[in-house]
């Protein structure tokens, strides 16, 4: 079969059982373009190209399968870098096309000409530049594959007009022969048995689970070793969901603003068994201080992620799911009442707390709270970036994976409505809920256009404190309250932002406007804005401050 | 301490830029690069000298393989190896001094390969030692400008880098 390159892609989109584009045209895509308007993939059109990235990326969190991407040169093209570097801290497979100019143009500094191979190098699992038309099919299956097998990630096929135009024979290669690559599935045996018998040994084990955990598919398999074992699970940002959050055994969130009885539980274990996570700076605090009394196990598809910040006891690279189906056969049954109950009384200790009444505003945990019992924390939540993040995990328990859809590792504002809209895409049938600030959900507003056109019921709950509160709360804690270029107070009004895009906008002034405000959202099938005036200078406890280990907190004032 | 890697890559466009940008962003430093084809074209070998503690040596090395371009990568520091690396000196030399430095490169089996009225060109191969040797010597004379081409080694004996079908 003779197919133009452009049609090529549809093609292969197909054969890959790909369901949905996102993306934005332009000059240099047209002919892509043009083969996707005859296709029957479903296409949605983003206001700007970060919106269409993000939205990939929300689609792939929720269903496992990678985000893809179409967008025109030079422009187009940079205006996805943010969007690529953001899957790649989290590990979220992409297969990104994006036009480039002629290949006899390439070069030259043509008109919308970019090196988006060169400026992705660093952001991509792999990418391409493609030259001839021939080599396309191969590159496309190779695309797919690396994006989604091993340890996911971005994967950009750069695409110059004579490419998409050129005709040639068509045939899709069934397998994969990439020599370079090969990882490593399967756990070490000896090495799993090693795990099993310090599991055997530990008084005070706690897993440590971060997004590996999702991405391969493992939840049931922790929740059955957590069980059999009898061993706590803290998680990552990234891992979260993949313990249900309401479970006995589940600790919450550890690191910077973790749980105090997560944090301290790590500090004192004596095994920790770290579940495809990486040790990242925002889990460990100071290095040296990081689960000090313990033995630890670091399990992880990607080798170079095992004694990158933390050497580990017994290192076992391959699947989590591989690893922990073995781990959780050989694990013997343990019960730890003594341990459970040191923790418990942590808990007791330092809860999670805020003030209801303190001053008449409406406290931002409370919204969060409020959206929980709302949708009895069965709703997938995409959030931005900042406080609000974080009450958004501290404050709603979530009980499935891939519920929480979140930027971990870049922390990108603007992430948030974005990636919502991609949710929805991916499960129509969930109610979505983006929590955003009032700062972030400015990065991406005009996504909201995007949401409106789709008829995405996506509820939108904006914790608006004014601020940019997380650089705000820095401010006030270590800059003796200089609060450079954090105030909002010049923000639009969200209400008719929202009504001047097509949706429905809601406001909360006062605490007992919380609950009606979020069940007239849930009532109405379109998207909602809905602007929750709360507390202006709330801070986000526990907090473990800058090169500090995570047990020397900052608890905030328990009333 | 110094480390000799030896790197097969595939011979594909855009692969020094990947080995050299990662070298780069994850700030390990390479001493020298040296980079060619071998007997299989598709196939180049980087030979590169890096300065690395352990912990940074076994990272750099994790770190390149997840290069998809990368083939296999050999520690050759830790089996007998020899490496050699070629220099051009050019020496400021006026005819009166020709016949010292004549001695110097007889000595240290160089090779003189131009020769002007107050400069000559000196190619010299060996091992670090012997090549800061001849510069020590021949700096005496002064050196105008001086290239190298990056070490290049091998394993000793009959044993070789082969690409097998798994690198790790």
Known sequence: MKLSGAQMVIEALKREGVEAVFGYPGGKVLDLFDHLYNSELAYYMSRHEQGAIHAADGYARVTGKPGVIFTTSGPGATNLVTGIANAYMDSVPLVVFTGQVATSLIGTDSFQEADIFGITLPITKHNYLVTSVEELPRIIREAFHLASTGRPGPVLIDLPTDVQSAVSDFSYPTEVRIPGYNPTVIGHPGQINRAAKAIARAKKPVLYAGGGV???GASELLRQLAEKAEIPVATTLMGIGSFPGDHSLSLGMLGMHGTYWANMAVTEA????AVGARFDDRV????????????????????????????????IVGDVKNILSELLKKAAEKKHAKWLARIAAWRKDCPLHYDMKADGHIPPQYVIEAIYEATGGEAIIATEVGQHQMWAVQYYLYKRPRTLITSGGLGTMGYGLPAAIGAQIAAPQETVFCIAGDGSIQMNIQELATAVAYNLPVKIAIINNGYLGMVRQWQEIFYQKRYAAVCLEKS???????????????????????????SKALSVPGPVVIDFCVRPEENVYPMVPPNRGI???IRGDIR | MKHILAVLVENKPGVLVRVAGLFARRGFNIESLAVGKTKDPG???????VDADEKTLEQMIKQLNKLINVLKISNLTLEPSVDRELVLIKVKAPTSSWAEIQQIVETFRAKIIDVSLDSLIIEVTGNEEKLQAIEL?????????????????????SKTIQNGEVKK
């Open chain 1, 270 to 273: 004596d095994l920790i068994i």
């Open chain 1, 551 to 553: 047990d020397e907190m």
């Open chain 2, 43 to 49: 196939i180049s070998r980087m030979t590169i000298e």
């Open chain 1, 284 to 315: 460990t605090g100071k290095l040296s201080s990081f689960a000090r009394e313990a033995k630890i196990i670091h399990i992880d598809i990607d080798p170079a992620e095992i004694g990158k910040n933390v050497t580990a006891d017994i290192p």
């Open chain 1, 492 to 518: 639009p009004d969200f209400v008719k932002l929202a009504e001047a895009f097509g949706a429905l906008g809601l406001r909360a002034e006062k605490t007992a406007e919380v609950v009606p405000a979020i």
């Open chain 2, 137 to 157: 010597l021949l700096s005496h004379y002064g050196i105008l400008e001086l290239v190298r081409t990056g070490k290049v080694a091998l394993l000793r004996g």
């Open chain 1, 214 to 216: 999702i991405i391969s």
